[in-house]
């Protein structure tokens, strides 16, 4: 099992593609939150500084981060599509590692990748979070903090997605292109033709309905570091946003999801000559 991960490890690193993406992807969160938190807008009722704020941030970081899980998408596909160009999958057969052996492998890569993700967004949410909370105590700190877990999955079901289309058409710049319109045009107009009801359950608007967009008339008015606070202004309440699947139902679906993308790669490569 070790050799496994240090063999993962050591490709990824002569890959200059997977720096350049990591990279980006860090400088790209980085910067959003940055710059969001210099903007200064204050009207009665409205301050994006509680947005920094404990417990908003564990909302807020999280949906951020999720807008770039796309390239952490698009870094697995590069990964895996380089298996193939370089028939290092069919070399590592030939040398002895069975072909479970490559998806465990590249499932400790998914898992470290999504750890990372998460890593970030807790060091940014921590630091920013610290500067900006007034009157900090313990309750309002842990809560919500359950959000990161959440975008752990988010950021494991996207890739485990992308590792999916790699194996299955075995090209970098077609799985790259067909993820992208997938999650982009695909989906959404497929949906179109389902009820309300039933669209909420389609594999990219589970995954992206774990970190959705946050009340922001609620979060901007302070109303949510207050739990006692009943009178909150709440967007689905008001009927401008649908109303989601609960959160740990989300999460189950999302788990679901990932476990057959999982599998079904698995299969594929089972199946395939290498």
């Given at each position: 099992?070790?050799?496994?991960?240090?063999?993962?490890?050591?490709?990824i690193w002569s890959y200059g593609a997977f720096r350049i993406?990591?990279?980006?992807?860090?400088?790209?969160?980085?910067?959003?939150?940055?710059?969001?938190?210099?903007?200064?807008?204050?009207?009665?009722?409205?301050?994006?500084?509680?947005?920094?704020?404990?417990?908003?941030?564990?909302?807020?970081?999280?949906?951020?981060?999720?807008?770039?899980?796309?390239?952490?998408?698009?870094?697995?596909?590069?990964?895996?599509?380089?298996?193939?160009?370089f028939r290092t999958f069919r070399q590592h057969v030939i040398?002895?590692?069975?072909?479970?052996?490559?998806?465990?492998?590249?499932?400790?890569?998914?898992?470290?990748?999504?750890?990372?993700?998460?890593?970030?967004?807790?060091?940014?949410?921590?630091?920013?979070?610290?500067?900006?909370?007034?009157?900090?105590?313990?309750?309002?700190?842990?809560?919500?903090?359950?959000?990161?877990?959440?975008?752990?999955?988010?950021?494991?079901?996207?890739?485990?997605?992308?590792?999916?289309?790699?194996?299955?058409?075995?090209?970098?710049?077609?799985?790259?292109?067909?993820?992208?319109?997938?999650?982009?045009?695909?989906?959404?107009?497929?949906?179109?033709?389902?009820?309300p009801e039933v669209r909420l359950f389609f594999p990219m608007?589970?995954?992206?309905?774990?970190?959705?967009?946050?009340?922001?008339?609620?979060?901007?008015?302070?109303?949510?570091?207050?739990?006692?606070?009943?009178?909150?202004?709440?967007?689905?309440?008001?009927?401008?946003?649908?109303?989601?699947?609960?959160?740990?139902?989300?999460?189950?679906?999302?788990?679901?999801?990932?476990?057959?993308?999982?599998?079904?790669?698995?299969?594929?490569?089972?199946?395939?000559?290498?």
């Amino acid at each position: 099992m070790k050799s496994l991960i240090l063999n993962e490890f050591t490709k990824i690193w002569s890959y200059g593609a997977f720096r350049i993406i990591i990279l980006l992807h860090f400088i790209l969160f980085f910067l959003v939150v940055l710059v969001t938190s210099q903007l200064d807008i204050t009207i009665p009722g409205f301050s994006t500084d509680y947005l920094y704020q404990f417990p908003n941030i564990w909302e807020f970081f999280p949906w951020v981060a999720s807008w770039f899980n796309l390239l952490l998408a698009i870094l697995i596909i590069v990964i895996t599509g380089n298996e193939y160009t370089f028939r290092t999958f069919r070399q590592h057969v030939i040398d002895g590692l069975s072909r479970t052996n490559l998806l465990t492998g590249k499932g400790f890569l998914i898992a470290a990748i999504a750890i990372y993700s998460m890593l970030m967004v807790l060091l940014f949410s921590l630091l920013f979070g610290f500067i900006f909370t007034r009157d900090l105590t313990v309750a309002v700190f842990v809560k919500k903090t359950y959000m990161l877990l959440v975008y752990f999955v988010q950021a494991l079901a996207y890739m485990s997605a992308g590792f999916l289309l790699a194996i299955l058409f075995r090209n970098t710049a077609l799985a790259i292109v067909l993820f992208i319109l997938y999650r982009l045009i695909i989906e959404p107009v497929v949906r179109l033709f389902f009820q309300p009801e039933v669209r909420l359950f389609f594999p990219m608007k589970v995954i992206s309905n774990l970190t959705p967009m946050p009340e922001f008339l609620s979060i901007s008015s302070g109303n949510q570091t207050d739990p006692g606070n009943v009178d909150t202004l709440n967007l689905r309440e008001m009927g401008i946003l649908v109303e989601d699947l609960p959160v740990y139902l989300n999460l189950l679906l999302a788990l679901g999801y990932t476990s057959l993308f999982i599998f079904l790669a698995w299969l594929l490569l089972k199946k395939r000559n290498l």
